[in-house]
């Protein structure tokens, strides 16, 4: 979050499972796409994305692992309990020990033990501040009034958060993601950082306290879960900050953003011709996320075979211009955006997409801009990533030239010696 020196924009706060990413009716990952090519087009240079799930800090490193997942400024895993920060996932110190008040796991497994209707969930699912079970929605109520009453008898002060209609998980009384969302509030507000404005999106009952967090926007998926829809009916219907979207998971996030007037929606995805989406200001990070969209597009034969494309990709660079594959070795950038020529086409029919994550771009000198990020192919089930650095000059008239492309291997790419990489 350091590289915001204002409050942000806007600031997204969103559950994954079934709100961000959807299991059930996109095999192809294309709302998720359609999300990131718009974050990194309009929103990453100015905003902030918080991801806030039920699953841990492992299974979530898993799910990176699966899907086509941005790198969020700000994790909070395990229902609230935990809170990290950045690409390297820097644990929040402050947050462990205002959970572990009044917090002792091995009474919380004691009393748990007692009740046949909780069925221990996996290993995995498991915490030092979050002891997750299933149970069968008949008997939560019933379980959860008296494992409270047991709990608060042992001295303790804990939280129990039943959701997706068969998931109860006990945290301390000071967790959960509306506590960690007010925390991250706080701490931004003493900052001198905080958002403009804030949107909070979910599904389920663990996303409740999320939609209770004052001044911000809310959209509830179309597919959430009962129990949210069932507390929304209850308590915000008549708030107008607050939305059940006609559109499942990614497509309510942007029915939302375009509801509240939060930003653009429309995702570069969306656009048929790419060569026409002009933005009215130079916006080197735009230039990037249409560049590698296309890319994918040409490859996957979605575009016409047109000359015309690939001089016009030519007439941007200068005609100098360096491109460096991440194996070291240098060649011309026009040379290889010719060698593009060869490969329309070639991965159609194929599961292959590209995206862009992190895409942050500086004005070193005026009129020189170095964007970073990095860029992603997927075919089938292998991915690549490169830490990609663009360098461009702006003309008079505001063109962008592309002076410098350096890629090398990033270290969550599966493949690090692929002679096919093209650009």
Not at 374 to 385: A, L, P, S
Request: hydrophobic share 35%; proline share 4%.
């Amino acid at each position: 979050m350091e590289r915001l020196t204002s409050p942000p924009r806007l600031m997204i706060v969103s559950d994954l499972d079934d709100t961000m990413v959807d299991h059930h009716n996109d095999p192809e990952n294309l709302s998720l796409l359609r999300f990131s090519s718009l974050w990194e087009e309009a929103f990453r240079h100015d905003s902030l994305l918080v991801f806030s799930t039920g699953r841990t800090l492992p299974m979530y490193k898993k799910l990176r692992k699966e899907r086509p997942m941005l790198t969020p400024d700000v994790i909070i895993t395990s229902v609230g309990t935990e809170i990290a920060y950045g690409k390297s996932m820097v644990t929040d110190d402050s947050w462990i020990e205002i959970m572990n008040h009044k917090w002792d796991r091995g009474i919380v497994e004691e009393e748990t033990s007692k009740f046949s209707e909780l069925t221990l969930q996996r290993d995995c699912d498991q915490r030092p501040n979050k002891v997750s079970f299933f149970i069968d929605k008949s008997k939560a109520q019933e379980v959860t009034k008296e494992l409270y009453q047991r709990l608060e008898k042992r001295g303790l002060e804990i939280k129990i958060i039943f959701s997706g209609g068969k998931a109860l998980d006990v945290l301390p009384k000071g967790g959960g993601k509306g506590q960690a969302l007010a925390y991250l509030l706080n701490k931004l507000k003493a900052e001198g950082r905080l958002p403009v404005n804030t949107l909070v999106c979910g599904d389920s009952g663990n996303d409740t306290e999320l939609f209770t967090i004052p001044n911000v926007y809310g959209v509830m998926v179309r597919n959430s879960q009962a129990e949210l829809l069932e507390w929304y009916a209850e308590n915000a219907k008549d708030n107008a900050k607050i939305i059940h979207a006609s559109e499942r998971c990614v497509g309510g996030i942007l029915e939302a953003i375009g509801h509240f007037k939060l930003g653009p929606n429309l995702s570069p995805r969306d656009v048929s011709d790419l060569f026409e989406c002009k933005e009215d200001n130079v916006n080197p990070g735009h230039e990037v996320v249409m560049f590698f969209l296309f890319y994918e597009r040409w490859r996957r034969g979605e575009v016409e075979n047109c000359d015309a494309y690939i001089a016009s990709l030519k007439a941007s660079c200068h005609p100098a211009a360096v491109f460096v594959h991440p194996s070291g070795t240098e060649k011309s950038l026009i040379d290889t955006i010719d060698e593009l020529g060869k490969y329309h086409g070639d991965k159609k029919d194929k599961k292959f997409r590209v995206w862009t994550d992190q895409v942050l771009a500086t004005e070193t000198t005026h009129g020189t801009w170095m964007v970073k990020l990095d860029k992603w192919e997927q075919t089938g089930n292998e991915r690549k990533c490169c830490t990609t650095t663009v360098r461009f000059t702006s003309k008079e008239n505001e063109e962008l030239v592309w002076e410098n492309v350096q890629q090398t291997w990033s270290e969550e790419s599966e493949m690090k010696n692929d002679s096919n990489w093209i650009i």
